[in-house]
C-alpha cells in the first residue's frame, strides 16, 4: 500500500496499519486544512482565506511556556501565484495585529514540516527573549493537488500556518507563565482585557 511505502521509505520506520488505526489525541489541526481543500476543490472560485481554532494536545512537561493542551490558530490561504513573500507577510501582520509587535520583534527561522516547503517558524520577541508562536509553510504539491487538480496548472498555492493562542496571549497580556491564563485568580482575570 503507498501509504506505508512512503512511511518506511521516507520516514525510515515500520509502518503499521494497525496502529495507525488508533485513536490519538489532536496535536495540531492540519486535518481541518485538507476538510477545506476537499470542498474548496469543488468549487468554481478557488481563492480565499479560512481559519480555524482547535484545541491540541502534547506530550509536553508542563512549565512557564508549556501546557500538555493548548489552543490553536489555523489558517491557509488560497491564490493564484502567491509566494515565501506573502506568507511572511500574513505572518507578519498577524503578530502586528494581535500582539503589536514591532518590525524588529518579529522573526523567521526555516524549519521542517512534511507537508510543506518551504516551511518557517515564527517567533516574537517577549521582553528579553523570543518566543516561538508558530509554524507555517507552503503546501506542497502533492499536497494540493488532489484536492486542486488544475492548482499545478492554474498556479495556485496555498499559505499554511498554526499559531498558539496561548502563546500569543502571553505576549498581549505580558504573562511570564503561561499558566496564568488558566489562572482562578479573580483579581488577576478582572485586570486583563480581551478587548482589540
Not at 1 to 19: L, R
Request: overall charge positive.
Amino acid at each position: 500500500n503507498a501509504v506505508k511505502k512512503i512511511h518506511e521509505k521516507k520516514w525510515n520506520y515500520s509502518w503499521s496499519k494497525e496502529k495507525a488505526s488508533e485513536v490519538i489525541l489532536r496535536p495540531q489541526v492540519t486535518v481541518l486544512s485538507a476538510l477545506t481543500l476537499a470542498k474548496i476543490g469543488k468549487n468554481k472560485d478557488k481563492e480565499g482565506k479560512y481559519f480555524a481554532i482547535e484545541r491540541c494536545f502534547r506530550p509536553d512537561v508542563v512549565d512557564a511556556r508549556h501546557l500538555t493542551e493548548f489552543n490553536q490558530l489555523e489558517g491557509i490561504v488560497i491564490g493564484k501565484e502567491l509566494n515565501f513573500k506573502h506568507l511572511l507577510g500574513v505572518l507578519k501582520l498577524i503578530a502586528k495585529e494581535v500582539v503589536d509587535a514591532k518590525e524588529n520583534e518579529i522573526r523567521f527561522f526555516p524549519d521542517y514540516y512534511p507537508f510543506t516547503e518551504p516551511s518557517v517558524e515564527l517567533n516574537i520577541k517577549f521582553g528579553k527573549e523570543w518566543l516561538e508562536v508558530g509554524g507555517a509553510g507552503i503546501f506542497r504539491e502533492e499536497v494540493v493537488s488532489p484536492f486542486i487538480p488544475e492548482a499545478k496548472e492554474e498556479k495556485i498555492r496555498v499559505l499554511a500556518f498554526g499559531l498558539g493562542i496561548d502563546r500569543l496571549a502571553m505576549i498581549k497580556f505580558k504573562l511570564n507563565d503561561i499558566r496564568e491564563l488558566f489562572s482562578k485568580n479573580l483579581n488577576f482575570l478582572r485586570k486583563v482585557k480581551c478587548q482589540p
